[in-house]
């Protein structure tokens, strides 16, 4: 059963229909609509060469995005619609773009070099589904397969091998027998992807609810665009409170945080720094000392390396730097650690604890006990309405220039108050703030004043 198409979709294949030429929605649109998503996009294969889809969408807005592959972007009731002559692709010779195309006169030649069978169909209201390559049968069996031969595909675009184990991630799906021995064998071609390009579909994937599992069986493939992984792979933590290798740890641990890329991808590197920073206690325990600092100098030039947005960059940086930090149930600890983050990261840093403690031995899982009195504590802290920053102080720097305070001396004064209020010493009010301020002053005077009496 096909769900509801939307309805500019609709109009467009009708506009084509009506002019004269063949239209159908192809790619990942039918395949959500089989699987009863509704589609993020729609894309539209046609027999119309891009000048005739242009006539015939004279009078809207009509981008020609793709117009050397055949492609035109329409613009209709506000949906941006990508719109295809069918087409059979030449050579790639940089192993991710055709050298140039060929326009093909049936859907059928089409579809033949589309990636997987799941996105190889084609449908259009009143003709029906075409499934030329069993893309149904695959959705059914949750199998993720090339279209014929997988070697070939992967080599003409290596980007669909990461875009394989994207899907299977997503889809939580498993990749043909061929087809994965395919993706394995021609992973290397992945270093000819940009850096923007994988990264868009690691973010993808490690969001996926599969991703544990695609991480698990594929790290030599994720190694390629990530080299700094693969020592993490069977590297024993020798220790008690683990149950798992680090890579194997690493990838359990990913599937207990929320499917949020700041989360996924921290949890995915909060660990790298381990094998640099392994050592054997006299015990016999592993020890890694140290290995969050690695692992946040690792992450960094990774995150840079892919051209992460910045602040994705500083999410996951924080995290990972403190993911093994020890916060103590108090609310002035609390209170401390809010200031420090703020209430947004700081319960994602949470997450991240819960996250990496649930991926531990079982026996050695107290920690979530001790992350959920954590919450609670912020919870009814935040409830009180907390001063945090230096900005939510009842004073500013006008009280204090009034006081006497200049330049320097007065971001050190509202530090100092700030302090206060965070311990509970003092509470966010003007009259306490003010008097404490005065209380400081007088001793100071006083000090000077004996100072100089005893040097007379």
């Not at 089409?110 to 990636?115: E, G, H, K, M, T």
């Amino acid at each position: 059963m096909m769900g509801t198409i939307a309805p500019p979709a609709a109009r467009a294949l009708a506009r084509l229909h009506e002019a004269g030429f063949e239209a159908w929605l192809v790619g990942g649109c039918v395949r959500d609509m089989l699987l009863g998503c509704a589609p993020k996009d729609y894309d539209l294969a046609t027999s119309a060469r891009p000048e005739e889809t242009k006539a015939v969408f004279q009078g809207e807005t009509v981008l020609e995005t793709g117009i050397r592959h055949g492609t035109v972007t329409v613009l209709l009731e506000g949906m941006p619609l990508e719109i295809t002559t069918y087409r059979v692709d030449g050579a790639y010779s940089d192993a991710r773009h055709p050298d140039g195309v060929t326009f093909a006169d049936n859907l059928r030649a089409d579809a033949a070099r589309r990636d997987f069978t799941i996105n190889a169909m084609a449908y259009a209201p009143g003709q029906g589904l075409r499934d030329y390559f069993g893309g149904q049968a695959d959705l059914r069996a949750g199998c993720l397969r090339a279209v014929g031969d997988p070697g070939t595909r992967f080599q003409e675009d290596a980007l669909r091998i990461l875009r394989g184990l994207r899907f299977a991630a997503v889809l939580d799906f498993s990749l043909e027998e061929e087809t994965d021995r395919a993706a394995r064998r021609y992973a290397p071609l992945l270093t000819k992807v940009s850096a923007e390009r994988c990264a868009a579909e690691l973010g993808k994937l490690l969001c996926g609810p599969a991703a544990g599992r695609i991480l698990r069986a594929y790290p030599a493939v994720l190694g390629v665009v990530i080299p700094e992984l693969l020592p993490m792979v069977g590297f024993a933590h020798r220790n008690a409170h683990h149950c798992y290798d680090v890579w194997t740890h690493t990838a359990v641990a990913v599937d207990h945080v929320p499917p949020r890329l700041p989360l996924r991808l921290a949890m995915l590197l909060h660990d790298m720094g381990k094998p640099d920073t392994f050592s054997l206690g006299e015990d016999g325990q592993g020890h890694f000392y140290g290995h969050p600092r690695r692992s946040v100098e690792l992450a960094e030039g990774i995150l840079t390396r892919l051209r992460f947005p910045r602040r994705t960059r500083e999410q996951v940086l924080c995290l990972v730097r403190y993911h093994d930090a020890v916060i103590e149930e108090s609310p002035q600890r609390v209170r401390r650690w809010l200031n420090k983050l703020g209430p947004e990261r700081f319960f994602d840093l949470l997450e991240i604890q819960r996250g990496d403690a649930s991926a531990q031995a079982p026996a050695y899982c107290t920690r979530l006990d001790h992350l959920r009195r954590l919450e609670k504590i912020a919870g009814e802290v935040l409830a009180e309405a907390p001063c945090l920053t230096v900005r939510e102080l009842a004073v500013g720097g006008r009280e204090l220039l009034a006081l006497g305070y200049q330049g320097p001396a007065i971001g050190m004064a509202l530090r100092r108050l700030l302090d206060c209020v965070l311990e509970g010493t003092l509470p966010n009010e003007k009259t306490a703030l003010l008097q404490y301020l005065e209380q400081i002053d007088a001793k100071k005077s006083e000090g000077k004043r004996n100072k100089s009496s005893g040097e007379t």
